[in-house]
């Protein structure tokens, strides 16, 4: 496995190996592609369309070997009544854009499509002539291009607690995980994919991560939160229909808890609800759920230790710090992967959400996973957050 060690390095490694200690490895966020310059732009006076709305332009963009593709529109600047697509070739993924973009300001990262091909169009209608000189139009200046399949992938070794528990949301009807998305967001140059959840708080659409998914405003303008991605049944292989946002506003980030709330466009919690964060401590041997987006696929859940299904997930510690916050995090021995980082660990009883996963293999007699205490991370994120005392 390729982990990224939070804190000691070499030194630290090389003294715990002595002593036979087990070293925990921060629950990594996933790189699925790079960034690489491409530049094209329309026309700054660009053609006019006629009443049936042509394509005034086009652009096929080609990266070979590509597994997906985002496009970075450095600017955007339409008039009303006109608009921008960006699809893949068969048309199966078709995003639109309109004026100044999601952002309104011009700059953004278009959605995904996936392979290696992705078309642009620029569509317009009548205008009169004098309107040609109020036009820009559109400048990509780089993509980014996918080294792993963004949804589906298995990009990362598995921390698994002897075989792995997890199956599909659609196997547990009675348990709510509409609330999950998979995130996939630009960083440092590079694409990367976490797990992210809508929260009751004091912003619309309120979403929650790890900070060592991303931690700024720029990051979040790149988010790409997909609700829905799961399998239609239990052990099928049909994906349900999905819904996709644009990140919106950062909020708050803290690196000695591990998490990052920020907002989402397009009010997604009005379709996939919410959960609501509780102060209440985990007792040992509470039953969890552990709702994932591990490794680039489709949503798990984490309810059964093993594949024989006869260990539940539960509580196995609290108080350790691992690093964090003194005392802020709790073990449990149920399955995850790179790609996991940010998911819900959510008290079985309740439906309340008790922790935030982010670290992998904090003991390995017996192997535990963990995460901070949402009753650690409720009073640092204050007014931001709605949380409950059950």
């Not at 080609?62 to 600047?77: C, I, T, W």
């Not at 997909?226 to 052990?235: D, I, L, P």
């Not at 996963?357 to 963990?370: D, F, I, K, M, R």
Request: proline share 4%.
């Amino acid at each position: 496995m390729s982990w990224n060690l939070k804190k000691g390095g070499m030194v630290a490694s090389i003294a715990l190996a002595l002593v036979g200690a087990v070293l925990p490895a921060e629950a990594a966020r996933v790189k699925v592609g790079d960034e690489i310059a491409y530049p094209v732009s329309t026309p700054k006076v660009y053609p006019m369309g006629g009443a049936t709305r042509p394509v005034a332009w086009a652009e096929t963009i080609v990266s070979p070997g590509a597994k997906f593709l985002r496009l970075h529109f450095q600017k955007l600047n339409l008039p009303d009544g006109d608009f921008l697509t960006v699809s893949s070739p068969d048309g199966a993924e078709f995003w639109t854009y309109t004026g100044k973009g999601p952002l309104g300001t011009g700059e953004f990262w278009s959605f995904s499509v996936d392979g290696d091909v992705a078309i642009v169009e620029l569509h317009t209608g009548d205008r009169i002539e004098k309107g040609r000189a109020r036009r820009y139009g559109a400048s990509i200046d780089r993509i980014a291009h996918g080294t792993e399949p963004l949804w589906g992938g298995d990009v990362e070794a598995k921390v698994i607690c002897g075989t792995d528990g997890r199956r599909d949301a659609a196997c547990y009807s009675t348990i709510n995980t509409r609330p999950v998305a998979r995130l996939s967001f630009q960083s440092g140059g590079s694409s990367f994919v976490c797990t992210g959840w809508l929260v009751a708080g004091s912003n619309s659409s309120t979403t929650i991560t790890n900070n060592h998914c991303f931690t700024t405003q720029s990051e979040v303008n790149t988010v790409q939160a997909r609700f829905n991605y799961q399998r239609t049944t239990c052990g099928g292989s049909t994906t349900a229909a999905y819904s996709t946002y644009n990140g919106g506003t950062f909020l708050k980030t803290s690196s000695s808890l591990d998490y990052t709330l920020f907002t989402l466009q397009g009010n997604p919690e009005a379709t996939w609800g919410e959960y609501t964060a509780t102060t209440k401590t985990p007792a040992i041997g509470m039953a969890i759920n552990f709702p994932q987006h591990g490794g680039g696929n489709v949503k798990t859940v984490g309810f059964w230790k093993d594949s024989a299904q006869t260990l539940r997930c539960d509580v196995a510690a609290t108080g350790g710090s691992y690093g964090y916050a003194t005392g802020s995090q709790m073990d449990y021995s149920c399955d995850s992967e790179g790609g996991s980082s940010g998911s819900p660990i959510m008290d079985a009883g309740t439906g309340r959400i008790i922790g935030l996963h982010h670290l992998g293999g904090v003991s390995s007699s017996p192997c535990e996973n963990a995460g901070t205490m949402m009753k650690n991370v409720c009073p640092n994120a204050g007014a931001l957050l709605a949380c409950a005392t059950n």
